[in-house]
């Protein structure tokens, strides 16, 4: 079936033998076209089915109530949670929500974000994907005056507003529970270190380590363990150590620590008490898993409400003198069966 052809002015204008720009007047009901024109305009827009282009209206008007997002999986539960909390609010003030997925890949993360340049957005909010590299992509957002803030993953180096979690301190505090419990060896899955957030959880777990007074061995620190088989690739490789560790925290997301728990659960190793497991971001299946997975709860739906409101209350009067600031916002440890020895 042939796709019929969108109706524009142009159409209007020559089925009326009127000139594109009186048509154009008419619909917006200007001063300048007569009454009985402007009733002829919309009745033969009306017949012809003719839908106005809010996006080149809003241009004209120099004003595009669209946002881009940029993140590196839509199918992870928080960055999903974040984009149903952005929506929650830029819905409720007329604004549009463009998503884009890196995919964790750089050149991906250009691509998007010069889409959503093309695409006049007033706002993109970006959390950086894990594959690193030039951000001028960014810089040229900021260039173009379009409003950019940073979420959970950032550049320090530009100078944006950034919503962030406290990710050293809810790491620290996931490893003294683990200490709490009675755990000795306590092993870390970590993420790519030229990420911001996986070098502050590395952070928290070293902190805590030397605040319990034990020592901090590099055979129980897993690099780029940040997926479900690199997290079980690690594990297998911790407990072929001949002191094997008695708890591992996921410290790259609960996809790692359920790596650790199917390695466990087919080598017979009973979860919590021989092994302790605490992953990082509360996603939905940590609640139904044998045993229930501890994790880390980052607030990622009233982060998306922070990060939307942030726009509108901050930024959206495009006032260029306002101070670029950090919002720091405070996870929560989960406390389940995988590390309650007690």
């Known amino acids: 079936?042939?796709?019929?052809?969108?109706?524009?002015?142009?159409?209007?204008?020559?089925?009326?033998?009127?000139?594109?720009?009186?048509?154009?007047?008419a619909l917006s009901n200007s001063s300048k076209v007569n009454a009985a024109t402007k009733a002829l305009v919309l009745k033969t827009a009306a017949?012809?089915?003719?839908?106005?282009?809010?996006?080149?209206?809003?241009?004209?008007?120099?004003?595009?109530?669209?946002?881009?997002?940029?993140?590196?999986?839509i199918n992870q539960n928080f960055f999903s949670n974040i984009i149903a909390g952005l929506e929650e609010v830029t819905y409720k003030k007329g604004y549009n929500l463009i998503i884009c997925q890196s995919n964790e890949l750089h050149a991906r993360e250009v691509d998007c974000v010069n889409a959503l340049i093309n695409q006049h957005v007033s706002c993109i909010i970006i959390s950086i994907a894990a594959e690193t590299g030039s951000y001028q992509h960014l810089q040229?957002?900021?260039?173009?005056?379009?409003?950019?803030?940073?979420f959970d993953r950032v550049v320090d180096e530009l100078d944006t507003f950034k919503v962030i979690n406290d990710n050293e301190r809810a790491s620290q505090e996931a490893v003294l529970?683990?200490?709490?419990?009675?755990?000795?060896?306590?092993a870390l899955l970590e993420g790519p270190q030229d990420i911001d957030i996986f070098r502050q959880r590395k952070e928290g777990y070293l902190s805590a380590i030397r605040k319990s007074g034990f020592p901090v061995l590099e055979e129980l620190m897993c690099e780029n363990a940040w997926t479900k088989?690199?997290?079980?690739?690690?594990?297998?490789?911790?407990?072929?150590?001949?002191?094997?560790p008695d708890a591992i925290f996921a410290s790259t997301s609960d996809f790692s620590a359920l790596g650790v728990l199917e390695v466990a659960t087919d080598?017979?190793?009973?979860?919590?008490?021989?092994?302790?497991?605490?992953?990082?971001?509360?996603?939905?299946?940590?609640?139904?898993?044998?045993?229930?997975?501890?994790?880390?709860?980052?607030?990622?739906?009233?982060?998306?409400?922070?990060?939307?409101?942030?726009?509108?209350?901050?930024m959206e009067a495009f006032d260029y003198g306002v101070e670029p600031k950090i919002v720091s916002i405070k996870p929560k440890l989960i406390v389940r069966k995988s590390t309650s020895r007690s």
């Open 177 to 186: 529970h683990l200490v709490a419990q009675g755990y000795k060896r306590i």
């Open 140 to 150: 040229q957002v900021l260039d173009r005056h379009i409003r950019l803030i940073q």
């Open 47 to 73: 017949e012809m089915n003719y839908q106005q282009n809010a996006m080149a209206s809003n241009l004209r008007k120099g004003n595009n109530p669209t946002i881009g997002v940029v993140v590196p999986r």
């Open 1 to 25: 079936m042939k796709r019929q052809k969108r109706t524009t002015i142009y159409d209007i204008a020559q089925k009326l033998n009127l000139a594109a720009s009186s048509v154009s007047r």
């Open 267 to 314: 080598k017979g190793i009973a979860v919590p008490e021989t092994l302790g497991i605490c992953g990082y971001s509360n996603e939905p299946f940590t609640e139904i898993t044998s045993p229930s997975i501890t994790t880390i709860d980052q607030y990622s739906i009233s982060m998306g409400k922070t990060i939307a409101n942030l726009y509108f209350q901050e």
């Open 229 to 244: 088989e690199l997290g079980a690739k690690a594990t297998l490789e911790l407990l072929s150590l001949p002191d094997p």
